[in-house]
C-alpha cells in the first residue's frame, strides 16, 4: 500500500508540474475565462511503466513490471466546461516477474497486451483539460513454471474493469500532450498447466514420483497501475477558443 501512494504521489506531482511548466497555447494568454474547445475525434500515442503483485496460488506471490507503450483513439464533445467522451485503447509491452518457490521451481507470471474502452468526464481550464475515466479492460495473462520434472505454462485472456484520472494540455494548434495514471482490475483466474515433463504438480519438487494430476495455479492480481505520458493529435479544424457561460 505505500509503494502504491508513493506511485499516486508521484504522479500528481508530475501533473502538477506538466501543467505550470508547459508554455500555453498562443491564444489563451488573454483572459482566464476563455478556453480551447476540446470537441472532436483525436488519436495519439501512449508510453509509461506499469506494476502489479500477483498472487500465483503456487505458494508465493510475485511482482511484475515493466515498459508499456500502444497508442488510442477517442471521440468527445464540450459543454461549456465539461468535456464528455469515449476513448479505445491498446497497449503492449510485457510486465514480467519470476521467483524461485521451495528452492526447486521457478515461476513465472507475464500480463501483455491490455486494452481499455472507457468514458470520460473532463473539465476545461484554459488550454488544460482534467479528466476521470472508468469502463472495460482486458489483458492476456500468462503463467508458467519451469522444475526438474519439465515445464509448464498456462495463458488466457481475462477481463475487468478500469479508473483512472489524468490531465491534457495543448502545445500547438491540434496537438496535446498529457499524462495519465490508470488502476485496472482483472479479478482471478485458474489455470491448469499443461507442458513437456508429463504430469507434475508442486509437491513434486520435493518427491521423486509426479503424482497422477497436473499442474494448477491462478492469476489473482492485486490490481495493476499504469503511469503513461501521452500525446494526441485531434482530427479536423483548428480548435475553437470558447467563453465560459
Known amino acids: 500500500m505505500r509503494g502504491f501512494l508513493r506511485s499516486v504521489l508521484v504522479a500528481f506531482a508530475i501533473f502538477c508540474g506538466l501543467t505550470a511548466l508547459t508554455p500555453a497555447s498562443a491564444g ?3 483572459s482566464p475565462g476563455v478556453s480551447i474547445d476540446w ?3 483525436y488519436v495519439g500515442l501512449h508510453g509509461g511503466y506499469g506494476w502489479s503483485k500477483q498472487d500465483t496460488g503456487l505458494g508465493s506471490d510475485i511482482n511484475v513490471d515493466g515498459w508499456l507503450a500502444g497508442g488510442h483513439v477517442g471521440l468527445q464533445r464540450q459543454f461549456d466546461r465539461w468535456v464528455l467522451g469515449i476513448e479505445a485503447s491498446i497497449t503492449g509491452g510485457d510486465l514480467e516477474g519470476s521467483k524461485a518457490i521451495a528452492g526447486m521451481a521457478d515461476v513465472k507470471a507475464t500480463v501483455s497486451d491490455i486494452l481499455m474502452i472507457t468514458g ?3 473539465y476545461a481550464w484554459r488550454d488544460r483539460l482534467f479528466y476521470v475515466k472508468g469502463g472495460y479492460a482486458s ?3 500468462d503463467l508458467s513454471i519451469s522444475t526438474f ?3 509448464f505454462s498456462g495463458s488466457s485472456r481475462v477481463d475487468g474493469w478500469t ?13 496535446s500532450i498529457g499524462l495519465e495514471y490508470n488502476y485496472i482490475d482483472l479479478g482471478a483466474k485458474s489455470f491448469t498447466f499443461a507442458g513437456s515433463g508429463g504430469p507434475l504438480s508442486l509437491a513434486a519438487t520435493t518427491a521423486y514420483c509426479p503424482p497422477p494430476r497436473p499442474v494448477s495455479g491462478s492469476f489473482d492480481p492485486d490490481g495493476l497501475h499504469t503511469v503513461l505520458a501521452r500525446v494526441s493529435f485531434r482530427l479536423g479544424s483548428e480548435p475553437e477558443h470558447v467563453p465560459y457561460k
Open 139 to 141: 489483458a492476456d495473462v
Open 39 to 41: 470537441s472532436g475525434l
Open 120 to 122: 470520460r468526464l473532463g
Open 28 to 30: 489563451n494568454e488573454q
Open 163 to 175: 479508473a483512472g484520472f489524468g490531465v491534457e494540455r495543448q502545445i500547438a494548434h491540434n496537438v
Open 149 to 151: 520434472g519439465g515445464s
